[in-house]
T-cell receptor, first 113, second 112 residues
Framework: EAAVTQSPRNKVAVTGGKVTLSCNQT?????MYWYRQDTGHGLRLIHY???????EKGDIPDGYKASRPSQENFSLILELATPSQTSVYFC????????????FGAGTRLSVL | QQKVQQSPESLIVPEGAMTSLNCTFS??????FAWYRQHSGKAPKALMS????GEKEEGRFTIHLNKASLHFSLHIRDSQPSDSALYLC????????????FGAGTRLKVIA
């Protein structure tokens, strides 16, 4: 099965600090995504990418940056973390062919104090 | 902007019952429709997907899609306690636009 690995799994940050969430996939998928999950909101798309060097804004990009330096790696960057960014973050990769099924990592639980 | 809504928000059914979950979307040009299941504390995992109007069955699970009504649904036959999870529907515009928008989810509990 497709493998997506996120790090760290848990993170506590201070308000105003910089946070980087990392994601690595070994599926050779072109598409990668960052979602956040909060109770009552399901999964909300922050940024996504169609390949190395490309990033696209999702539905809630404010306060977040993304970086796709290679096919395998996709990072989410919070330059100035705020308590409202406390959430569970999921990275996913997807293949373009067929069903474009998304394969999710295990998630990163971020608390901003 | 695509809006995806699910109903009901939560559901409790007895073991062996038929469970029906609903999803509506706002953009009639949508092409890909999928259901994901997320057990507590775990990552979402793809369950089933459909691309054309009609019905698709895989084991105890069936998807119905009606694009004209902007609606698709998931039906679980003979529901089991192991089916207890958060069910998320997802919609994508398809080829050239692989952005998936998710609903808020339906939390299902199957009691033995």
């Amino acid at each position: 099965e497709a493998a997506v690995t996120q790090s760290p799994r848990n993170k506590v940050a201070v308000t105003g600090g910089k946070v980087t969430l990392s994601c690595n996939q070994t599926n050779n998928h072109n598409n990668m995504y960052w979602y956040r999950q909060d109770t009552g909101h399901g999964l909300r798309l922050i940024h996504y990418s169609y390949g190395a060097g490309s990033t696209e804004k999702g539905d809630i990009p404010d306060g977040y940056k993304a970086s796709r330096p290679s096919q395998e790696n996709f990072s989410l960057i919070l330059e100035l973390a705020t308590p409202s960014q406390t959430s569970v973050y999921f990275c996913a990769s997807g293949d373009e062919g067929g069903q474009n099924t998304l394969y999710f990592g295990a998630g990163t639980r971020l608390s901003v104090l | 902007q695509q809006k995806v809504q699910q109903s009901p928000e939560s559901l409790i059914v007895p073991e062996g019952a038929m469970t029906s979950l609903n999803c509506t979307f706002s953009d009639s040009a949508s092409q890909y429709f999928a259901w994901y299941r997320q057990h507590s504390g775990k990552a979402p995992k793809a369950l089933m997907s459909i691309f054309s109007n009609g019905e698709k069955e895989e084991g105890r699970f069936t998807i119905h899609l009606n694009k004209a009504s902007l609606h698709f649904s998931l039906h679980i036959r003979d529901s089991q306690p192991s089916d207890s999870a958060l069910y998320l529907c997802a919609v994508s515009m398809g080829t050239g636009n692989y952005k998936y928008v998710f609903g808020a989810g339906t939390r299902l509990k199957v009691i033995a």
